[in-house]
């Protein structure tokens, strides 16, 4: 006869902030959240995707001695919890997994659309050495209990999976206090029929996965729909983990949840913060699903046990959910986490940017000040002859508003040497001038070792708005992928949190007001040379992140001439934007790794044509 008793788990979500290639470091967090965890009563805690090696590891995969250090961590990892007396807790943990030569070989497509895994790389020789996958193990009682290879590799935007990992086959159950637990990891949630379709068919109470989801704007709108699809198709409560911390131009929210059967959202954790989210679940065992293992789809399920014993009675508490953010607090959250991380993980001490007076300076030195504290921020005045008393003026008003260490060079004598050792005219003498600042700023992050921040938007990176070795240089680019039209909204917001907060607003008003320009000329501004960057940002948007083609411009209501000048200039600024810094991603497609466009291309969008009577859009 069955056992009939109710049964009770408390799961913890730990959405951490782990480092790549800090294997120890990332092991030492799960231990210390683990820790946290038993304190609160927590029965199973999930991590995020591929926690011990840090996501995305990129080219450390196919490193044989990083695979090997990865398996040998999951391993210690779950000794060192049963010797800190944390064995009793379940723990699911990502990790790189990398088999022995001879285990099977990448996998290859087959006819049926399946994958076999005795099957080599394309190409003449296999670079790869064993079989690196993107794993996640549960650790319970100092040993490792089951452990799961993610199915589904996502091979599109930032994303490389196809290139390093074999897709798994088996999909793991745990009976854990008498709870059937499936494992599963990020990208198999997103896919219709994949290992949550095999989890309902088989029968589960519940289904983790470890997530490293990167932000872009408005994301989470898309998370708990997707999330309730795959519950409904698993007939059980998903746990959704996700990472947050920021990683090179990529930044990762947490925004964790968990979601029942019903599409019922239990729980979910705040955005850009690390949290331990706590929710009590109770599963019926009148109403179970029937158990099925074995092969079910494309998969092989397999069972393994903890515990049949279930937990003693307890009171359950409600979850908590988080108070969802505006777009431009997500944004700046975002915008912060991202430069804090690249600057912290990367051990610099401080960093300076060239303060012009303008809404881009202001808005990256108030998200440094933000990121690392006032005292880590250095701006410079840097004024020409053709610089503005206002744009002085209001670069000094930034930084005693915001605190920030502030001194000025001029550049004339050292522009007018350069034009006493070669005649340079025009737009050569103008870009002479951002030369000598880049120069000069290049030159006090080297004698202090701060990181030059530059201040270049998406709008301006679009465009080419830049020059090469003057303000494009530099190590980060923090607001790179924002354009320019919600770099003004941000600076807006920011200064209505800091009149909310009781605080110096601290963008000055001037900063916002005044017509945008790069003052490399008499009496210049940025619409002499550019359409609107409302026009201007609109026809970025869908050429840039949609891929849309010039027929579907125009019929999008965009004007033609704008259309033609905007084109133009993207495509042929790729050569600027190879050597641009990186900045943090929050787009759809941001400028760097999401978008990979050949220099050399030929390829040119041009107006519909009309031929034999037929209408080319």
Not at 16 to 23: L, N, Q, S
Not at 325 to 341: K, M, N, P
Not at 378 to 406: F, I, M, N, Q
């Amino acid at each position: 006869m069955s056992d009939q008793r109710t049964r009770q788990l408390r799961v913890g979500l730990a959405q951490i902030d782990t480092r790549v290639g800090d294997i120890a470091g990332n092991a030492e967090l799960v231990t210390t959240w683990t820790a946290k965890a038993a304190e609160d009563g927590i029965h199973l805690v999930v991590f995020p995707e591929m926690t011990l090696t840090g996501y995305p590891p990129e080219d450390l995969v196919l490193r044989e001695s990083f695979g090997h250090a990865s398996e040998q961590a999951v391993a210690d990892l779950a000794r060192t919890l049963a010797e800190q007396g944390l064995g009793d807790v379940a723990v699911v943990v990502g990790y790189l997994a990398h088999s022995p030569d001879g285990a099977p070989g990448p996998a290859a497509a087959t006819p049926d659309g399946e994958r076999e895994d005795d099957a080599e790389l394309p190409g003449d020789a296999n670079p790869r050495t064993g079989t690196p996958r993107n794993a996640a193990a549960l650790l319970h009682g100092g040993r490792v209990v089951a452990h799961y290879y993610k199915r589904h590799l996502p091979n599109y935007g930032v994303f490389d999976e196809a290139r390093y990992f074999v897709p798994g086959t088996e999909l793991p159950v745990v009976r854990l206090h008498g709870v059937d637990v499936a494992l599963t990891i990020c990208e198999d949630l997103w896919v219709e029929g994949g290992p949550c379709g095999v989890a309902g068919q088989a029968g589960v109470d519940l289904v983790v996965s470890p997530n490293a989801s990167p932000y872009e704007r408005a994301k989470d709108d898309l998370r708990l729909p997707m999330v309730r699809r795959r519950a409904a198709e698993a007939r059980a409560p998903i746990v959704y983990c996700n990472q947050v911390g920021g990683q090179d131009e990529l930044v990762f929210d947490g925004d964790s949840m968990i979601v029942a059967a019903d599409g019922a959202l239990l729980a979910r954790a705040p955005q850009f913060v690390a949290h331990l989210l706590t929710v009590d679940l109770t599963v019926d065992p009148s109403v179970a699903p029937e158990r099925r293992d074995g092969r079910i789809g494309p998969m092989t399920v397999t069972r393994h046990t903890v515990s049949e014993e279930p937990v003693p009675a307890f009171e359950p508490r409600t979850g908590t959910v988080a108070d969802p953010l505006s777009d431009c607090e997500e944004v700046w959250r975002a915008l912060v986490l991202g430069l804090r991380d690249f600057i912290d993980k990367n051990g610099f001490p401080s960093v300076v940017l060239g303060l012009s007076g303008g809404i881009d300076s202001a808005v990256v030195a108030v998200l440094a000040a933000d990121a690392l504290g006032a005292d880590r921020v250095h701006g410079v005045g840097l004024p020409s002859k053709w610089s503005s008393e206002h744009s002085l003026a209001d670069a000094e008003d930034l930084a005693t508003r915001v605190g920030l260490h502030y001194s000025v060079v001029p550049i004339a004598p050292m522009v007018d040497a350069f034009h006493g050792a070669a005649e340079l005219t025009g737009v050569a003498a103008e870009n002479l001038q951002a030369r000598v600042r880049g120069t000069l700023l290049m030159g006090l992050s080297n004698q202090h070792g701060h990181l030059l921040l530059t201040t270049g938007n998406k709008s301006e990176v679009a465009v080419g708005y830049s020059t090469l070795y003057g303000d494009s240089a530099g190590g980060f680019a923090p607001i790179k992928d924002v354009p320019k039209t919600l770099v003004w909204e941000l600076a807006r917001w920011r200064n209505a949190h800091a009149r909310e907060c009781g605080e110096t607003e601290p963008v000055p008003q001037n900063s916002i007001d005044k017509p945008p320009s790069a003052e490399l000329a008499p009496g210049q501004q940025d619409s002499d040379s550019l359409p609107s960057y409302e026009e201007l940002d609109a026809v970025v948007v869908d050429y840039v992140d949609r891929d849309l083609g010039m027929a579907e411009l125009l019929e999008r209501g965009h004007g033609p001439e704008v259309v033609a000048r905007v084109l133009r200039l993207v495509d042929a600024a790729e050569f600027k934007r190879r050597q641009s810094a990186p900045g943090t991603k929050i787009s759809l497609k941001a400028f760097g790794r999401d978008r990979r466009l050949p220099i050399t291309n030929r390829w040119r969008e041009t107006l519909p044509t009309v031929r034999e009577g037929v209408e080319h859009a």
